[in-house]
């Protein structure tokens, strides 16, 4: 492990930042970050299981991990940096003499220099998604995505693949970019995190870096067109009647709303088509519009 970064702090430790690299050298360099929001613990997790991984079996080329980019936001269990609540992932490409968190992703950009670099993320803290990777409509990127076998691969257009942050960064320096989202932030889902480590291997093999882990787990490869997204008709208390997974025909009933105070139930949530439920709102509160649930589209059997 070293340090490739460093700055003092008014009234603790110094910041750090962490990179883990393995590898023998010779072929691919790989980049994969995890911990820029710090209450995003299982892309943290699955980072750590596979630097695990690589202890044991040292791949072809290099790879180098950050597991935990905003340490400080971490202790607080905060997404953003804690001193003056900026988000480092909207600070790209950073700069070397600017704010705190503009250092910071400076760093992280330049010492992140690789063909195929993979920002890992959990969802939102109101949220919980399915593992997926995000990746453009075609191209080297999206073969990339598709080899990591995580259950849903999301083709989205350009303009919603972040043009900013540090994705827009790397693609804008001419690097390959995968966004990886999986489960809840602020919650520690180990089946979600080892789902995506084995993505992460997967795609290790196949830039013949490594072994495979097994066969893929994708049940969703979809456009945006093919994902039915249900918002609230009403303000009030979401109740979900399916988790992230699960298999659904249309006219199956996803969740209701009720009012908060009394229960009565105000509106009924039902899937439109076939498919799996790749995202299911955690935080029951809601208000008008707000999403509910995610459905990507699958042929039923």
Not at 53 to 65: I, S
Not at 110 to 120: F, G, M, S
Not at 170 to 177: S, T, V
Not at 208 to 226: F, I, L, Q, Y
């Amino acid at each position: 492990m070293s340090v490739v970064f460093r700055i003092e702090a008014p009234y603790r430790g110094a910041y750090e930042l962490h990179r883990l690299t393995f590898g023998t050298g010779a072929g691919p360099t790989v980049a994969i970050v995890a911990g820029m929001h710090g209450n995003e613990l299982n892309g943290m997790h699955a980072v750590n299981l596979l630097a695990g991984a690589l202890r044991v079996v040292r791949p072809r080329g290099t790879v180098h991990l950050f597991p935990l980019v905003n340490t400080f936001g971490a202790d607080e269990a905060r997404k953003r940096w804690p001193f003056d609540d900026h988000d480092i992932n909207k600070a790209f490409p950073g700069d070397p003499d600017g704010t705190v968190v503009e250092r910071i992703a400076h760093a992280l950009l330049d010492h992140t220099d690789a063909e195929v670099c993979v920002d890992v993320h959990s969802g939102a803290p109101h949220v919980r998604e399915l593992p997926q990777v995000r990746v453009p409509m075609s191209g080297e990127e999206l073969a990339l995505g598709r080899a990591m076998g995580l259950p849903v691969v999301w083709r989205r257009p350009g303009e919603r693949l972040g043009g900013t942050g540090l994705l827009g960064a790397w693609r804008a320096a001419g690097r390959k970019a995968l966004h990886v989202v999986a489960g809840r932030g602020i919650t520690l889902d180990t089946g979600h995190s080892r789902t995506t480590a084995d993505g992460l291997n997967r795609l290790l093999a196949h830039l013949g870096m490594g072994h495979s882990v097994g066969p893929p787990a994708t049940v969703a490869d979809v456009t945006r067109g093919e994902v039915d997204t249900h918002r609230a008709d009403h303000g009030g208390f979401f109740v979900p009647e399916v988790r992230v997974g699960a298999r659904v025909e249309p006219g199956h009933l996803l969740g209701y709303v009720q009012a908060p105070i009394g229960g009565d139930r105000l509106g009924e949530v039902r899937a439109k088509r076939s498919g799996v439920v790749m995202t299911v709102r955690a935080w029951p509160m809601v208000h008008a519009q707000e999403l509910l649930v995610r459905v990507a589209g699958v042929e039923a059997g």
